[in-house]
C-alpha cells in the first residue's frame, strides 16, 4: 500500500463510533475543472468497482488548487451522492499543487516510531512554511546503499487551511473526511493494483489536470519524487480563446476535436501543438532534474494521466522528447467493472480522468 501518507492528515474531528460503523468510504477528486466520485469494494482478489460520478465545475470555482466558490463545491458533491445514490459516509481526497510540499531528505537512521515522534523537528528544517501551518507525514523509503546509518525519507506538508477548505466542503454535504492524500500518491496506489509493479521498473507517472500537472516517479514500487507545473488544459483553452477569439465553451469544445465556427483546424492543430511543446519541455526538464540527481537509474516509460492526457498529439510529442515509451494510463483495467452498470465504452473514454479516483477508492481509514 502507497505509504502511510493521509493518517497524520487524519481529520481527528471524527466521531469515532462513525470510523467503526461505517466500511464503505467514498472517493471524490475534487480538481479545479470537474469532482470525480469512485466507490470500490475490496473483493477476494481484488477491488470491485462500485460507483462512478463525473461533474464538472465551473472555471471559477476552484483556481489554482484553492476553493473560491465553496457553495458551488458543496451543492456539486451534494448532487452527486444523491445521483449516485451513496451511503458512504466516510470520505476521501487528494491534493495537489502549491499547497502541497513533497521533499526527499536523507537523515541518520531511525525507526519510524522514532521518526513519527522527531518529525516536526526534523521537517522544520526543509519544509519553508511554520510548522504551526501545515500538517507533516513521511514515508521512510530504505537505508543509503552505502550503509552510513542514513536513510531517505519522503517528507510530505500540506498547507492545514487548504486542508480545512477541502474538508469542509465534504463535511458540509453531510460526509466525515478521514483521509487527505495527495494526488501522486493516489496515483501510485492506482498502478499499484492494475499493474504487477516489477521491483526494478521504474515509471514516470505525468497528470495533466486543468491547473496542475503533477510528475511522479514509481521505483520498487515507491513514489521517490514528485514536482508538479503549474499548466495543464487550461494553458490550451486560453490559447485557443486568444488566437480564435472564442468564448471559453467554444475554445473547450475546439481543442477536443469539435468543429466551432471561426476555428480553423489546420491554425488549431499549430495553436496546440505550441502549447504541448511548452508542456513537454517542462515534463522533460523535470525528469531530467530527477535523473541528475539518481545515479544508475534508468526510467522505463512514462504513463499519462488527467483530462489533459487526451490532448490530441502530446502523447506523441513527449514520446519523441523523453525517447521513452508513453502510455495513457486505464485505471479499470485492473478492477472488476460489471459491463451492466459500467458501459466498457464509457470506461475507455473517461479512464484518463479517474486515475486519481481510482488511487484514491482503495484507501481506508488507517491504511
Ligand atoms: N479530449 C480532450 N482533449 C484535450 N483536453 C481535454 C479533453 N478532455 C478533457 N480535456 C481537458 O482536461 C482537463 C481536465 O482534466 P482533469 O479532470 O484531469 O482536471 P482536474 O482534475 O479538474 O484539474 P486539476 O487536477 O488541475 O485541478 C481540462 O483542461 C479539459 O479541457
Ligand atoms: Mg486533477
Request: include cysteine; glycine fraction near 8%.
Amino acid at each position: 500500500m502507497a505509504g502511510c501518507f493521509g493518517e497524520l492528515f487524519l481529520y481527528m474531528s471524527i466521531a469515532f463510533k462513525n470510523i467503526f460503523k461505517s466500511k464503505e468510504v467514498v472517493a471524490f477528486d475534487i480538481g479545479s475543472s470537474s469532482i470525480k466520485l469512485v466507490q470500490m469494494s475490496s473483493t477476494k482478489g481484488g477491488w470491485e468497482l462500485k460507483k462512478l460520478g463525473y461533474c464538472q465545475l465551473p472555471p471559477e470555482a476552484i483556481v489554482d488548487g484553492s476553493i473560491i466558490d465553496s457553495m458551488t463545491v458543496t451543492s456539486t458533491l451534494s448532487d452527486m451522492l444523491a445521483e449516485h445514490g451513496v451511503k458512504a459516509k466516510d470520505a476521501v481526497t487528494s491534493l495537489s499543487g502549491h499547497s502541497v510540499i513533497i521533499k526527499k531528505v536523507n537523515m541518520a537512521a531511525m525507526t519510524e516510531e522514532e521518526l513519527a515522534e522527531s518529525i516536526q523537528w526534523e521537517a522544520e528544517q526543509y519544509i519553508p512554511f511554520p510548522m504551526t501551518d501545515v500538517n507533516i507525514d513521511f514515508q521512510i523509503l530504505g537505508e543509503d546503499t552505502e550503509g552510513r546509518g542514513q536513510m531517505d525519507v519522503m517528507l510530505v506538508a500540506v498547507k492545514k487551511d487548504v486542508i480545512n477548505d477541502y474538508t469542509n466542503a465534504l463535511k458540509e454535504s453531510g460526509l466525515n473526511p478521514v483521509v487527505v492524500d495527495v494526488d501522486s500518491f493516489a496515483l501510485e496506489n492506482m498502478m499499484e493494483i492494475n499493474f504487477a509493479l516489477s521491483p526494478d521498473e521504474n515509471i514516470v507517472m505525468v497528470n495533466i489536470g486543468a491547473s496542475i500537472t503533477s510528475i511522479s516517479v514509481i521505483a520498487g514500487g515507491l513514489t521517490v519524487f514528485t514536482r508538479s507545473i503549474p499548466m495543464g488544459g487550461n494553458q490550451y483553452t486560453e490559447e485557443v480563446q486568444r488566437r480564435f477569439n472564442v468564448n471559453y465553451k467554444d475554445a473547450e469544445a475546439a481543442k477536443r476535436g469539435e468543429d466551432i465556427d471561426g476555428v480553423d483546424p489546420v491554425e488549431l492543430k499549430s495553436v496546440i501543438d505550441t502549447v504541448s511543446m511548452n508542456l513537454t519541455v517542462e515534463i522533460k526538464r523535470s525528469m531530467d532534474f530527477f535523473l541528475a540527481g539518481s545515479i544508475d537509474m534508468f526510467i522505463s516509460k512514462i504513463v499519462l494521466s488527467g483530462g489533459g492526457a487526451k490532448t490530441m498529439g502530446l502523447s506523441d510529442m513527449l514520446k519523441e522528447r523523453a525517447a521513452l515509451d508513453v502510455e495513457l494510463a486505464n485505471p479499470f483495467g485492473g478492477i472488476e467493472c460489471d459491463p451492466k452498470t459500467f458501459d466498457p465504452e464509457y470506461l475507455k473514454e473517461m479512464a484518463p480522468f479517474f486515475s486519481v479516483g481510482v488511487g484514491l477508492g482503495t484507501r481506508r481509514l488507517g491504511d
